[in-house]
């Protein structure tokens, strides 16, 4: 696959990289929304807490095309005790709900995480660019330019999720809203 701009995957890895192992003292693992059952993920993770997610696009209400807007919608799974879930949904508010000072962190952390370029053809003049990029399991990341984040929590967070068994799971549902543009060419 051709290196793309990608946010969703720099931010669930700065994420990985910033939150406490869980008690198995693996990372936090983030899978996007698909058909899939939240009970057969439970059963590969049943000690851990992991997390779905699906990237939302907003709606730009201004001129300027190069920004974009958008969201980041969590669902964060913890089977039995819930105190790991509500000291993770923590650390993410103090790490990404400081407006320009989180963008900024993201963006210092992003650098230090370059792992050579690419070249890649501009979809509008059909020139090849050069860009900086990142590389996370094998597949290249072309590297954005976070200005801000913010978070919201939904009203069902929490929720105890039931799976027609003996089990149950606490759950969690958290926005994060972001902006962003693509970095300029080296």
């Not at 792992?115 to 003049?125: A, F, L, Q, R, Y």
């Not at 999720?161 to 089990?167: L, V």
Request: charged share 25%; glycine share 6%.
């Amino acid at each position: 696959m051709t290196a793309i701009f990608h946010p969703p995957t720099i931010i669930n890895r700065y994420l990985q990289d910033k939150l406490p192992d869980d008690s198995l003292g693996q990372s936090i693992p983030f899978f996007p929304t698909t058909p899939s059952s939240i009970d057969e993920l439970t059963t590969q993770y049943p000690d851990g807490l992991f997390a779905v997610y699906d990237r939302m696009f907003k709606l730009r209400r201004d001129a300027f095309p190069h920004f974009k807007y958008e969201q980041l919608l969590f669902y964060f799974y913890k089977f039995g005790t819930i105190p790991k879930l509500i000291e993770t949904m923590q650390h993410i508010q103090h790490l990404l709900d400081r407006g320009d000072e989180s963008g900024e962190e993201v963006n210092a952390w992003l650098r230090d995480q370059i792992s050579g370029t690419v070249e890649v053809n501009n979809i509008v003049t059909g020139e090849a660019e050069e860009f900086h990029k990142v590389t996370f399991s094998g597949q290249d990341f072309l590297i954005p330019r976070f200005h801000y984040f913010r978070i919201f929590q939904l009203e069902e967070s929490r929720d105890i999720i039931d799976f027609g068994t003996a089990r149950t799971y606490a759950g969690n549902k958290v926005i994060i809203d972001y902006c962003w543009h693509e970095s300029s060419p080296i």
